[in-house]
Each structure stands twice: as C-alpha cells, then as structure tokens.
C-alpha cells in the first residue's frame, strides 16, 4: 500500500477475551495489616471501627451519651466506612453499639438547632441514603446486634443490615408521627420490607412498639437470643467461611434484583450465578462434595 511505513505491516494483534480464574478485586488486599492500612485512614469520631485476623470487623456506634442518635457527622462516618470495607478485604461486620440502647434516630436536638429548610433536609436524607445504601449493596455481611432502642433512624440503620439479632432489652418503634416527623432513611422501603405496608403504617401512626417473640414474628429481627453480640460473632464467623464473591451476591445482588421486574431479576439471576457457580473458589467444594467428605445439610438436633 503506498506510503505504508513498517509500523503498518506489523500484524494487528487481535486481543483474546478470556475469563481468568483470577479472583475479583473485592477479596483484596487479603492480609490483615493491608485491611488495617486502608481502614486505618478512616477519622472517626462518633464511631469505631477494628478488624480481627480473621477479617471480621466491628463497627460501633460510640456516642452512647446520646443513645448512639444519628447526628449528621456520623452518617458521613459510616458513608466512608461503608465506601471502604467492600474494597478493605473485611469479610463480613458486626454492627454494634456502646451503651444500652442500639441508637435513637435521628439526632433530634441537632436537627431543631440547625432550624433546616426543606431542601437542607431532603439533602440530609440523601446522605443517609447514601450510607445505607452503601451497606446494604456493598456485597459484604453485616450483622447487627441489637439491644435497648432501636428507633426511627436506628431502626432504618438496622433494617440496611442484612442480619438483625436482638435481645431480651431490645424494641422498635417509628416514633416519627409523635414527633411531627416521617422516615427520611430508607424506612418506607426496608422497613416496608420487613413488616409490610400495614404494620409500618401503624407503627407510624400509633407508636407502636414490638419486642421479643412478637418482633421476630412480624420480621423485624431474625434471631432473639440472650447476648445478641455473642450471636453475631457467630454468625459473621460462619458468614466468613464462605467464598466473598458468594458473599457479594448474596449482599448484593438479591437486594438489586427486588428492585427489578420478575423477568429482569430472573435474567440478573443466571448472570450472577453464571459469574459465582462457575468460581474457583467453589471447586474444591464441590469436589469434597462429591467425594463425600463435605458435610450434609442436617435438620437442627
Ligand atoms: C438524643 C436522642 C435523639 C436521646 N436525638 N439526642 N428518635 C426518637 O424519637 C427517640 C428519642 N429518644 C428517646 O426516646 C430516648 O432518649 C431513648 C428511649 C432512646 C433513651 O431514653 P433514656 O431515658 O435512656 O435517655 P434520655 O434521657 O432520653 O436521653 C439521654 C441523652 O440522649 C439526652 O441528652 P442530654 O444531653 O440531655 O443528656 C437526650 O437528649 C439524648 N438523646 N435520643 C438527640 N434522637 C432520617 S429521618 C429519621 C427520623 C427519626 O429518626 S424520628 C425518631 C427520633
């Protein structure tokens, strides 16, 4: 061809495709000291955040003092935690609180001084929206330990988890009609979710409060037992046992695919478990279960 240099006669190097074995991003940096390294970047104030050898992290409300309220401070605390654990290695959380009572809501006292205007607010309910969001598509396992209040705001902050354990001290309530207010932090969908149109709307309406068996019939925790940390430990320890990217599926993709008509959600389905089934961190288990050394499923003694 005239005025083709050699550069031109190089054959075009047709890039392959191919589906590595290599494991996603989301289970890196694995070794704790790295984990430690981002999170350690994180300034917290109204909360605290470690994470054990083993990639368990706990995540506490730590303003007790104020029965854990949501000030706006600390939800941009938990955006930036909640930004960087899918990314940190952690391999599943445990939300819990200091004090007696898991958290207030909203931080009442804060928002009358800050005398908001209405798109002040809406902004406010953005960012909670953020932080929630955040937890709750994140891909990672969060289980919340639960005790005293868990009320307004700290119920919308419960309901983003994906395990709700609580304990014998434990209740909820939407005490937003009493105080001249509605859920701005998720609630009219999770919390929906959970109970159902009726009992959220009476809840709201006649400040009711649930607590032990009649709060796990109604769904707004999954477990009741006697130290509901000790459970969530437990829980997160067996979380973490499974491979992340089944993690991330299961704290992830099911919560998208409730946001999509039946027939996206299903198509999303055979995607997601075209991506997981086919890990190769599920081979080894499948192998031992086909060689009869993995343990069966057993009903409860
Ligand atoms: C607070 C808050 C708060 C406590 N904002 N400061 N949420 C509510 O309607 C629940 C309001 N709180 C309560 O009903 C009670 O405080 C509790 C049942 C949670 C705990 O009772 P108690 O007797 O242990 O504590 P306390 O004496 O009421 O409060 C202790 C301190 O915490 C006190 O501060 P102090 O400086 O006078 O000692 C309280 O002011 C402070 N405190 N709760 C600010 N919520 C996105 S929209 C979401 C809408 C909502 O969340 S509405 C539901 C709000």
Known sequence: MPGAGPADKRPIRTQRLVWTSRQP?????????DIMKSLDALDLTFTTLTVDGDGIATLSLNRPEKRNALNAATVDELIDIFTVIPRAGVRAVVLRAEGTHFCAGLDLVEHHQEDRRPEDFMHVCLRWHEAFNK???????VIAALKGAVVGGGLELASSAHVRIADATTYFALPEGQRGLFTG???TIRVADLVGKAR????????????GDEAISVGLAQYLVEDSEAKAYALARAAASNPPLSNFAICSAISHMQNMSALDAAYAESVVAGIVNTQPASRARLAAFADKSAARVRPNE
């Open 135 to 141: 937890m709750e598509y994140g891909g990672v396992p």
């Open 25 to 33: 991003r989301l289970t890196l940096p694995a070794k704790p000291e």
């Open 185 to 187: 932090g998720g609630a």
């Open 200 to 211: 959220m709307i009476d809840m709201m309406l006649t400040g009711r409060v649930y607590q």
